[in-house]
C-alpha cells in the first residue's frame, strides 16, 4: 500500500438549486520522498484537492489513507492530533502569526499538543539554522522579506516532521530569483526528511522539477 493512497476522491457542496460538484474524480498515490505537482485552470478544484488531502475537508466519496492510517474515520479531536503530527501546510501567503516571532511561529503546530518543551523550542531554532534564518529568530514576520517568510513558513511545515508535506503555490508571491531559492530549500528539506511533497501551482519551473505531475480538469486528476 503506497503512504498516500487517495482513490476516486470527490467533492461537491449544496448550493440553492442542487449541488456543485468541485471534484469529480481525484486518484493519487505516492511513496516517502516523491513529489507531485497539481497543476490546472483556476477553479478545478485543486485547493479543494489540497484541503481534502490536508484532512482540512472531508471527501464527499472516495477513499484516503495517509501512512497507513484513514484519517477520515477518526473522531475530531484525533484528526487534528493526526492532522498536526502527519501534514505540513505552505501556503501562498505564508500565514505566520503576526504578533508572534519567528520562533513562535515555527513551534505553532506544537499547540495541537498542548505548549512546546524545551527539547521542541531547540528542534525549532536548529530548524531555523537549517533555513537561515537563526539571526531573525526573535524578529516579527513583518521584519522579514517574502522570501524570509516563506523559509519561516517551511520551518513550520517541517517542526513536527510529517509524513506529507501540501504547498499551495509556495512561491506565487515571490521573484523568480527567490522563488528557486525557496524551491531549493524545499526539495532539499524534503529529501532529507523522507517525506511526500505535493504542490498546487501554475509555475512551470516549480512543476517541472517535481516527480509526478498531475493536471486537474473540471474537477477530474489525470497524470501526464
Ligand atoms: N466551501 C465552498 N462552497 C462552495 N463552493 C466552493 C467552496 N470551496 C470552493 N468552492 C468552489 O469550488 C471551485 C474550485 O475551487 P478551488 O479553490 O478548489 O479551485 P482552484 O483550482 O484551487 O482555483 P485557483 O487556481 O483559482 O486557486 C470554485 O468554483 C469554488 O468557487
Given at each position: 500500500?503506497?503512504?498516500?493512497n487517495a482513490s476516486s476522491l470527490a467533492k461537491s457542496y449544496p448550493i440553492a438549486d442542487g449541488e456543485l460538484v468541485v471534484l469529480r474524480e481525484?486518484?493519487?498515490?505516492?511513496?516517502?520522498?516523491?513529489?507531485?505537482?497539481?497543476v490546472g485552470p483556476s477553479g478545478s478544484g485543486k485547493s479543494t484537492l489540497l484541503s481534502i488531502l490536508g484532512t482540512l475537508e472531508t471527501p464527499s466519496t472516495g477513499t484516503y489513507e495517509l501512512g497507513g492510517a484513514a484519517p477520515f474515520s477518526l473522531s475530531e479531536p484525533e484528526l487534528a492530533k493526526f492532522r498536526s503530527r502527519q501534514v505540513g501546510f505552505i501556503f501562498q501567503d505564508h500565514h505566520l502569526l503576526p504578533q508572534c516571532s519567528v520562533l513562535e511561529n515555527?513551534?505553532?503546530?506544537?499547540?495541537?499538543?498542548?505548549?512546546?518543551?524545551?527539547?521542541?523550542?531547540?528542534?525549532?531554532?536548529?530548524?531555523?539554522?537549517?533555513?537561515g534564518l537563526a539571526e531573525r529568530r526573535h524578529?516579527?514576520?513583518?521584519?522579514?522579506?517574502?522570501?524570509?517568510?516563506?523559509?519561516?513558513?517551511?520551518a513550520r511545515a517541517l517542526l513536527r516532521e510529517p509524513t506529507l508535506l501540501l504547498a499551495d503555490?509556495?512561491?506565487?508571491?515571490?521573484?523568480?530569483h527567490t522563488a528557486d531559492a525557496?524551491?531549493?530549500?524545499?526539495?532539499?528539506?524534503?529529501?532529507?526528511?523522507?517525506?511526500?511533497?505535493?504542490?498546487?501551482?501554475?509555475?512551470?519551473?516549480?512543476?517541472?522539477r517535481l516527480q509526478q505531475r498531475h493536471t486537474l480538469n473540471d474537477g477530474r486528476l489525470e497524470r501526464q
Open positions: 500500500m503506497p503512504t498516500l481525484a486518484t493519487l498515490q505516492l511513496e516517502r520522498g516523491e513529489s507531485a505537482a497539481i515555527v513551534l505553532v503546530p506544537m499547540l495541537a499538543d498542548g505548549a512546546a518543551g524545551s527539547a521542541d523550542v531547540e528542534r525549532a531554532e536548529q530548524l531555523l539554522d537549517r533555513v524578529h516579527r514576520p513583518a521584519q522579514l522579506s517574502g522570501g524570509e517568510r516563506q523559509r519561516a513558513a517551511i503555490e509556495p512561491t506565487g508571491n515571490l521573484d523568480r525557496i524551491v531549493d530549500l524545499l526539495l532539499e528539506l524534503q529529501a532529507e526528511r523522507n517525506a511526500i511533497l505535493v504542490a498546487v501551482t501554475h509555475s512551470e519551473p516549480l512543476a517541472a
